[in-house]
C-alpha cells in the first residue's frame, strides 16, 4: 500500500533491502501485489479500449475502427457492427485505406510508480536468489493448481451459495405484504449464470431443476436442501486422508537437500530479532485431508520441518474478495499483541488475540494455518441438527412461518398496526421457542463434555475459552467488525483458542468512517453464556476485557501512532471499492482522523479509563463500580430483546 502513496520512496528502500537480506520475508506478498497489479493494468486497459470503441462510433459512425486491445490485437469494427480481429501491424491493401489504430494508454488512475516499483523488487530478488526463487515459485505454482476443487466440491459450493443467498431473501420478504412466493429476477439471472458454469455431469439436470420448472421460492429452497445433503453425502463418503501423490508428485519428492532452504512459510509474522532460528520444510506429508467446513471443501497439508515440527495449512481457493483488507487487520492486531506481552495487567492472564498465520500466494489463493483440532461453531450447531433430525434452515423457516402468520392476523384488522416494540417482542419469544424446542442452550457445553478427556480438562478448557471470547469481543467492538456469525469462529479443540476469520471493519455507505449497523457490541449469544457460567463471567470476562483495553490504552503504547497508516488505507480501500479517486484532501484526513478517535475512545471505555481515574481520586467517593462500563456492554450483549433484534441470520438462540 505504501508504494502507492507519498512515502514510497522510504518504502521501496526497505522492501530492497528486505529482499536483499530476507528474500523470504517478502516474496508471498510480492508475488500476490505483482499479480493484482496485472489483472488490474489488464482491466483498466480493457475498459480504456472499450471507450476508445465507444467514442470512434459516436464521433465516425460510417467508418471502421481499429482499437488496440490488452493483448496487442487491433479488433476492426464496420458499419455493420460486426469485430474482426488482426494484427496490429498488418500490412495489405485494406490496411491501407484505414485510419491507424489509436494506442490505448493505461488510465491516470492506474498505479504505475507502485507497479514499477513491484517489478523492479521482484527482479532483485530474482538476481540475488535465481535458484531459491525458482523453487519457491514452483512450490506455490504446484500448491495453487493441484489442490484445485474437484467438479463435485466445486457444485457443492456453489449449491451452499445459493442456500444462503436463498435464506437471505427468505428472511427479507417475510414482512413483504405482497409477496408472491416467486423467485425474484436477480436471483432467476443468478441461476442462469451458475448454470453455464456447471460441470457436464449435472448441468442439465440443475438447468431443469432450477430454471426450466421455474419452482416457487419455497421449492427452491427445499430442492437446495435436497442437492446440499445429496453432495455433502458423497463428499464424507470420501476418505479423509487421501496420499498427496493423488495431487502433486512434485511436493511428494519434496526434499530439504534438494532444494534451497525454504522456510516454512508465516513466520515473519512473528516477532523475533534473527531468522536463524526459523524452522526450514524437511518435507511434505505424505498424505494430506480434504475437510469440510460451513459450506466449503478445503485441502489441507502438512509441512515437517527439519527441528521435527508439524506445522498444518489449509489451502483456501478460492478465497474472499476483500482478503487484503483482512490482511491489514491482522497485521495491526499483531502489534497490539505485542504490547499485550508487554504488560502485567494482560501478560499474567495470558491474554492475546490468536491470528493463525495466513499466507497469500495469489489474488485467489492463500494458505491458512490450522490444524485438524479446529472446529467453527456453525459445525458444532450443524452437527446439534443432524442429531436432532433438523435440517441447519429449520429455525429460521419456523421463525419466519411464524412472523407471517401473526402479520397475516394483523393485516386483517387494518385498524390494529403492529408496533416496533410488539415487533421486537414477538421476534424474542419466537427464538425463546426455538431455544426450547430445536436449539438449547446446551449445545456449545454438551460438545465440549463429550471432546474433553475429563472434568480438569473441561475446566481449562471453559478458562481459556472465556479469556479468549474476551479478546474476540473486544476487537469486535474497538473495530466494528459485523456479521459475526457462528461459522466465523473457529475454536481449537486441543488449545482453547479462537480465531475469528473475515476480520473486516464495518465501515457507512456514506462516508469512510468505521461504523457497524449490529446492535449487540459484540457476540454473547446463549449457547455461548451457558459454557461460560456465570461465575467465569463476572470474574474472568469483565476483568480481561478491562486489562486488555486498560494495556492498549495506556499513554506510553501510543495507539493514535499504530492506528494512522491502518486507518488511512481503509479509507484508500474504501474510496478504491466505489471507485472514486481520492486525493489527501481536508475529508480523506478529517475521515482518518475519525476513525483513529473511535477507535482510542472505545479502547479507553473497555479499559474503564474514566472509572478508575474516579477511584483513584481521594476527594471523590466512586458511585460506580470500577468495571461499569464493560459490565454495561456485556449486558447489552446478553439482553435478549437486543438479540432478537440482530434477526434470524444471526443465529441469536445459538
Known amino acids: 500500500?505504501?508504494?502507492?502513496?507519498?512515502?514510497?520512496?522510504?518504502?521501496?528502500?526497505?522492501?530492497?533491502?528486505?529482499?536483499?537480506?530476507?528474500?523470504?520475508?517478502?516474496?508471498?506478498?510480492?508475488?500476490?501485489?505483482?499479480?493484482?497489479?496485472?489483472?488490474?493494468?489488464?482491466?483498466?486497459?480493457?475498459?480504456?479500449?472499450?471507450?476508445?470503441?465507444?467514442?470512434?462510433?459516436?464521433?465516425?459512425?460510417?467508418?471502421?475502427?481499429?482499437?488496440?486491445?490488452?493483448?496487442?490485437?487491433?479488433?476492426?469494427?464496420?458499419?455493420?457492427?460486426?469485430?474482426?480481429?488482426?494484427?496490429?501491424?498488418?500490412?495489405g491493401p485494406s490496411a491501407a485505406n484505414?485510419?491507424?489504430?489509436?494506442?490505448?494508454?493505461?488510465?491516470?488512475?492506474?498505479?504505475?510508480?507502485?507497479?514499477?516499483?513491484?517489478?523492479?523488487i521482484m527482479q532483485v530478488l530474482k538476481t540475488a536468489f535465481p535458484l531459491l526463487i525458482l523453487s519457491l515459485e514452483t512450490m506455490v505454482d504446484q500448491i495453487q493448481h493441484k489442490f484445485k476443487l474437484s467438479p463435485e466440491e466445486e457444485v457443492y459450493r456453489n449449491v451452499c451459495m445459493l442456500m444462503q443467498d436463498a435464506t437471505q431473501n427468505f428472511?427479507?420478504?417475510?414482512?413483504?405484504?405482497?409477496?408472491?412466493?416467486?423467485?425474484n429476477p436477480q436471483t432467476v439471472m443468478m441461476l442462469q449464470r451458475m448454470a453455464a458454469n456447471m460441470p457436464l455431469f449435472v448441468r442439465k439436470e440443475f438447468e431443469d431443476e432450477f430454471i426450466a420448472s421455474k419452482p416457487t421460492h419455497t421449492q427452491y429452497m427445499q430442492r437446495l436442501q435436497t442437492w446440499r445433503d445429496r453432495f455433502e453425502k458423497l463428499i464424507d463418503s470420501r476418505p479423509r486422508l487421501q496420499p498427496l501423490a493423488l495431487l502433486s508428485h512434485y511436493l511428494t519428492e519434496f526434499q530439504y537437500s534438494k532444494v534451497d532452504e525454504i522456510e516454512v512459510p508465516g513466520q515473519y509474522t512473528e516477532e523475533k530479532d534473527s531468522n536463524q532460528s526459523f524452522v526450514r520444510i524437511q518435507k511434505y506429508a505424505s498424505k494430506f485431508e480434504t475437510c469440510r467446513s460451513n459450506g466449503s471443501c478445503w485441502k489441507r497439508f502438512t509441512l515437517y520441518g527439519n527441528d521435527h515440527s508439524r506445522t498444518s495449512f489449509i489451502v483456501q481457493l478460492p478465497c474472499h474478495r476483500q482478503s487484503r483488507r483482512e490482511e491489514r487487520v491482522i497485521q495491526i492486531l499483531r502489534t497490539f499483541n505485542g504490547a499485550?506481552?508487554?504488560?502485567?495487567?494482560?501478560?499474567?492472564?495470558?491474554?492475546?488475540?490468536?491470528?493463525?498465520?495466513?499466507?497469500?500466494?495469489?489474488?485467489?489463493?492463500?494458505?491458512?494455518?490450522?490444524?485438524?483440532?479446529?472446529?467453527?461453531?456453525?459445525?458444532?450447531?450443524?452437527?446439534?441438527?443432524?442429531?436432532?433430525?433438523?435440517?441447519?434452515?429449520?429455525?429460521?423457516?419456523?421463525?419466519?412461518?411464524?412472523?407471517?402468520?401473526?402479520?397475516?392476523?394483523?393485516?386483517?384488522?387494518?385498524?390494529?398496526?403492529?408496533?416496533?416494540?410488539?415487533?421486537?417482542?414477538?421476534?424474542?419469544?419466537?427464538?425463546?421457542?426455538?431455544?426450547?424446542?430445536?436449539?438449547?442452550?446446551?449445545?456449545?457445553?454438551?460438545?465440549?463434555?463429550?471432546?474433553?478427556?475429563?472434568?480438569?480438562?473441561?475446566?481449562?478448557?471453559?478458562?481459556?475459552?472465556?479469556?479468549?471470547?474476551?479478546?474476540?469481543?473486544?476487537?469486535?467492538?474497538?473495530?466494528?467488525?459485523s456479521s459475526r456469525n457462528p461459522s466465523r469462529f473457529q475454536i481449537s479443540r486441543s488449545t482453547g483458542l479462537i480465531a475469528m476469520t473475515e476480520l473486516l471493519p464495518g465501515i457507512s455507505s456514506q462516508l469512510p468512517i468505521f461504523a457497524t449497523g449490529d446492535v449487540v457490541p459484540f457476540r454473547f449469544t446463549p449457547n455461548m453464556q451457558h459454557f461460560v457460567g456465570t461465575n467465569f463471567m463476572d470474574g474472568i470476562l469483565a476483568p480481561s476485557i478491562m486489562a486488555i483495553g486498560q494495556s492498549l490504552s495506556e499513554p506510553e503504547f501510543d495507539l493514535e501512532y499504530h492506528l494512522c497508516l491502518f486507518s488511512r488505507d481503509e479509507v484508500s480501500a474504501w474510496m478504491s471499492m466505489r471507485g472514486k479517486p481520492w486525493n489527501v484532501d481536508g475529508v480523506f484526513r478529517q475521515s482518518v482522523t475519525a476513525n483513529i478517535e473511535s477507535i482510542v475512545k472505545k479502547a479507553e471505555g473497555l479499559g474503564c479509563k474514566s472509572e478508575r481515574e474516579s477511584a483513584m481520586q481521594s476527594s471523590v467517593t466512586p458511585n460506580t463500580a470500577v468495571l461499569q462500563s464493560v459490565t454495561s456492554l456485556i449486558t447489552a450483549a446478553t439482553n435478549p430483546m437486543q438479540l432478537a433484534k440482530m434477526g434470524e441470520l444471526y443465529h441469536p438462540w445459538f
Open 340 to 481: 499485550l506481552n508487554r504488560k502485567k495487567e494482560s501478560r499474567r492472564r495470558n491474554l492475546n488475540f490468536h491470528l493463525p498465520a495466513i499466507v497469500s500466494c495469489s489474488p485467489s489463493v492463500r494458505l491458512f494455518q490450522t490444524d485438524s483440532s479446529y472446529v467453527s461453531f456453525g459445525d458444532i450447531y450443524d452437527l446439534h441438527c443432524e442429531e436432532a433430525g433438523i435440517s441447519k434452515e429449520e429455525p429460521i423457516l419456523y421463525s419466519g412461518e411464524k412472523v407471517k402468520q401473526v402479520l397475516r392476523g394483523f393485516r386483517e384488522f387494518p385498524s390494529r398496526q403492529l408496533t416496533k416494540t410488539e415487533y421486537i417482542t414477538l421476534k424474542k419469544e419466537i427464538f425463546e421457542e426455538i431455544n426450547v424446542k430445536m436449539v438449547p442452550d446446551s449445545v456449545i457445553t454438551n460438545y465440549m463434555v463429550r471432546t474433553m478427556d475429563g472434568p480438569i480438562e473441561l475446566w481449562r478448557m471453559r478458562k481459556q475459552f472465556t479469556h479468549q471470547l474476551a479478546a474476540c469481543g473486544f476487537m469486535t467492538f474497538v473495530l466494528s467488525i
Open 171 to 183: 428472511v427479507i420478504r417475510v414482512n413483504a405484504q405482497d409477496d408472491d412466493g416467486q423467485l
Open 98 to 120: 484505414q485510419p491507424p489504430a489509436p494506442a490505448v494508454e493505461l488510465p491516470p488512475g492506474f498505479p504505475r510508480g507502485a507497479y514499477e516499483h513491484v517489478e523492479e
Open 1 to 91: 500500500m505504501s508504494l502507492s502513496h507519498r512515502e514510497s520512496k522510504h518504502a521501496r528502500y526497505v522492501l530492497q533491502s528486505l529482499a536483499k537480506h530476507f528474500p523470504q520475508a517478502i516474496f508471498y506478498q510480492l508475488r500476490t501485489s505483482r499479480e493484482e497489479m496485472h489483472l488490474l493494468k489488464r482491466a483498466m486497459t480493457a475498459r480504456a479500449a472499450q471507450a476508445a470503441l465507444v467514442e470512434a462510433r459516436r464521433t465516425n459512425p460510417d467508418a471502421s475502427t481499429d482499437v488496440t486491445m490488452a493483448d496487442g490485437t487491433a479488433t476492426n469494427v464496420g458499419t455493420s457492427g460486426e469485430a474482426s480481429t488482426q494484427a496490429s501491424n498488418t500490412s
